[in-house]
């Protein structure tokens, strides 16, 4: 099913995942889609290696914690969350120099804290790695580099790009295994 871009999220400026000026970051760029999921898009780089070839988990933990934890603003754009747990499952290799996609979602919310699941998804609609993770509820004001005047405050921020998608396509199938397409 084809799923509408609604908003792109903000970048920041020096994050691993999402940082514009990190250098040795993924850039990744998120999307938050007419069906409540979050979409990131991303190409990991020799920098990201493990084995030659294959990207470190350690940057698929990295990316489906951001992905899943930013989940939170497609309901509440003024809320990010601190990690308190992360469990993962590495079922394929997730390659260097390809485009991927990672979705996320929130699937319980409480007072302080809130929950959520995502995937890595291969070119070919596989599932790289799934993730379940745990946030404290953290509103963005309460971040510590959030004053007004702040380089990291200035710099998040909506990047438009021509490359933006206006739509993303996948399926998620019981098995897990899901096919996709970028519009
Ligand atoms: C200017 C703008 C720039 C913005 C730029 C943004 C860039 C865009 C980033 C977006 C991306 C976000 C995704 C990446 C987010 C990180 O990477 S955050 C970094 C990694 N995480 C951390 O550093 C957190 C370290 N932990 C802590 O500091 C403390 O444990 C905490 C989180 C403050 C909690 O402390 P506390 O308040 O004493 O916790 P406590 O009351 O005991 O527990 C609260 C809840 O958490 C649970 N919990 C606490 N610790 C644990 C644990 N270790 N294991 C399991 N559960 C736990 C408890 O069970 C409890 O849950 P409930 O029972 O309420 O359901």
Not at 20 to 46: Q, W
Not at 130 to 147: E, G, N, R
Not at 153 to 173: A, F, G, L
């Amino acid at each position: 099913m084809k799923h509408k871009v609604l908003r792109k999220q903000e970048n920041s400026r020096m994050c691993l995942v999402c940082g514009v000026k990190n250098d040795f970051g993924l850039k990744a760029s998120f999307y938050e889609l007419d069906n409540g999921e979050l979409a990131g898009i991303f190409t990991p780089r020799e920098e990201h290696q493990s084995y030659p070839g294959i990207a470190h988990g350690g940057i698929s933990a990295a990316i489906l914690d951001e992905t899943i934890g930013r989940a939170i603003m497609v309901t509440d754009r003024d809320m990010l969350g601190y990690t308190v747990e992360l469990n993962l499952k590495y079922k394929k290799h997730v390659p260097l120099g390809q485009k991927l996609i990672v979705i996320g979602r929130i699937t319980r919310e409480k007072s302080r804290t809130f929950e959520g699941t995502g995937e890595i998804i291969l070119a070919n609609g596989e599932v790289a790695a799934s993730a379940t993770a745990k946030y404290l509820k953290v509103p963005l004001d309460k971040m510590p580099s959030f004053q007004e005047d702040s380089e990291d405050r200035m710099e998040w921020q909506v990047n438009i790009s021509e490359n933006d998608p206006r739509e993303i396509e996948y399926e998620q199938k019981t098995d897990m295994k899901t096919c996709l397409r970028l519009g």
